[in-house]
Every structure is written in structure tokens, then in C-alpha cells.
């Protein structure tokens, strides 16, 4: 995989790790964490959205399949640095929330994690 497969990578990660903080930020303490069933429904759909991404990127960048662990890497690296600087600082840029809402942000971008992980795990079907 090339730099320049590297750098979109990383930053189509960004932007969907971004955009799903910021829906979180924006709707956690209203909305999502009023019941759990709607908590692990929106953690699924951000799993999913950030699988897509993943998927799309990866497509449209021509990346063959046997390079998608190195591919994943590169698009959750930003995500996963950004949620630990998020984590840390949490009661400042989230003052809104509980502090029981940082385990559920945790839980939230680890779940979206583990699927394009498990998606860039995934073995392509054998051909007939």
C-alpha cells in the first residue's frame, strides 16, 4: 500500500471518527443513553457506518483484499487516537454527560473498531 493509500485512508478515518463523536456529543445525553436498547442500536449503526467507510475507501482506492489489515490500521489509527485524547479529556469537552458516559463512549468506539477490524479479517470466498 502506497503513502498516498495510507493518507486517505487516514483520512476518511478521521472524518468518520469525527462525525460519530460528534453525533455522540450532540445526542448522548438526550437521546441515546435514555435506554439501552437505543444505545446498542446506534453503536451498531456506527459500527456499520464506519465498516462502510472502511469498505468504500478501500474500493475505491483499488486496495486488494490481502491488504486490508494494513489498510484498517491506517483508518483506525486517527479514531482511536482521537477517542483516547477524547477519553481523557472527557468532563471538558463533554461536560453535559454523566461520568458513566465515558465507559459508554469507550464501549461505543470500541465496538466500531472491532468491525472494521473484523472486516479486514474477513477472507474473501474461494471461486468455483
Known sequence: MSKEDSLWFALAGAVVWGAATLFYAAFAGGLIEQAFWFY??????AAGALAFFFHLTAR???IPRRRWLVAATAFSAPGLAGATVVMILFDSLMPGLPPESLGRYGAFVAVAYAMVATLALERPAKSA
Open 40 to 45: 446498542a442500536l446506534n453503536a451498531a449503526l
Open 60 to 62: 475505491l482506492r483499488r
